[in-house]
């Protein structure tokens, strides 16, 4: 949209700029973005439940530094055809922008995200050179720039915590780039439309802060049309937080307890029956798996649900041993993996102890990591598969003497 001045407007200095809010640079934003890593790396390291996963849902905001890439040569021709070539002219094209975000994952690479984007307000100041008659004529835009977003991103995972992502996206534009002149000077061709659609794309840095909360690094590019004669880019360089909710993954339902039943005990042969007394051996009975979701050892609310049936169970046979094993799906070391297992089996040992009241001396849990499978995964880079779903689980042995 072009604003033509009707009286006479004063000379705007060659130096002269528009005060705008105060700026991040990407200095400042490097440096926040490696001290949010430093604070917290160790924890994890040390914590399964922080690594990187994909919702179903997810909102967050960014803020950093805008830039714009000003062409004005095409003005400056025009300026030059009207006999009143500029003899100064100064920019001003950093600003604060900032950008809100809501998506939906597709699936574990590719994500859908709209929003809405604001750019800041940038400038420019220039000065005629003076006419035969000694007068000066000055010259002055203004441009900001919002809008909404549709984004197809993709996620590749560097780890377990960090992910490096790219995204193309489709942007409607709402531009309003202002000129400020008085006559003899004559810009009116430069009267355009201000929504449009252009197109935007870019590259960053997740990295995961808790099970719930990332943080983005990015740099974004944004087309924009009709900036005073020429198109232009506005750069974005952003930090954020995401927020993720939804179903993190369909985990393997739990398979229904089977009824107990009686079996020779198999590490070890059975007594001689005594003639005074009934056959004594133990026997062996297998309640219901418990899962979990991926990468994690804390308990669902399904595996609770089990367990609460199991503890009404184990307390029917207070004579019994119960061991706890523990397992994980392929993917990952193998070491890592051994130590969610044990994990796994401690966290559900926890629950039969502090919330079902079992005889701690009655319990006992190991981990196998990823051998022994329910079932084999031909494919372990599918993380949430049907066989890796189904081998993310605790399983119990109860000895009966």
Known sequence: MLIQSKGVAPALPADASVASCPRLTP??????????????????VMADSYRMETPSWYVGASV???????????????????????????????????KLFAGFAL????????????????????????????????????????????DLVARMLLGSAFAVTARL??????????????????????DRSKHYLKHKFGAGLEYQLTPDWGMRLELERYRLDDLWGDQGDMKLLSLGLVYQYGQRTAYAEPTAAPEPTAA???????PAPSPAAPDAA????????????????????????ILAQ???????????????????????????????????????????????GLTPARLTSIGYGEASPAEVENTPSELRSSAAMANMRVLFRLLLQ
């Open 310 to 356: 199991h503890v009404a169970t184990l307390k029917t046979q207070p004579d019994t041993q119960v061991q706890i094993a523990g397992y994980t799906s392929a993917s990952g070391t193998e070491a890592y993996n051994q130590q969610l297992s044990e994990r796994r089996a401690q966290a559900v040992q926890d629950y039969l102890t502090n919330e079902g």
């Open 282 to 305: 133990p026997v062996l009975i297998e309640l219901a798996d418990v899962h979990f979701e991926f990468n994690q050892s804390a308990l669902t609310p399904a595996a609770k649900t």
């Open 27 to 44: 200095r400042t934003l490097a440096l926040w973005f490696c001290s949010g890593c430093v604070l917290v790396l160790p924890q994890l």
């Open 64 to 98: 950093g530094e805008s830039r714009l890439s000003l062409d004005t040569s095409q003005l400056e021709r025009d300026m030059q055809a009207q006999g009143l070539p500029l003899a100064s002219l100064s920019r001003n094209t950093n600003d604060t922008g900032y």
């Open 169 to 190: 996206g489709l942007t409607y534009n709402d531009t309003d780039s202002r000129l400020e002149y008085q006559r003899p000077i004559n810009l009116d061709q430069y």
């Open 107 to 150: 699936n574990d690479y590719l994500a859908l995200e709209g929003g809405y984007f604001r750019l800041g307000e940038v400038d420019f100041s220039a000065v005629t050179a003076a006419t035969p008659t000694g007068s000066t004529y000055p010259l002055a835009g203004h441009l900001r720039d919002q809008g909404a977003n549709l």
């Open 264 to 270: 020779p005990e198999p590490y070890a042969d059975p």
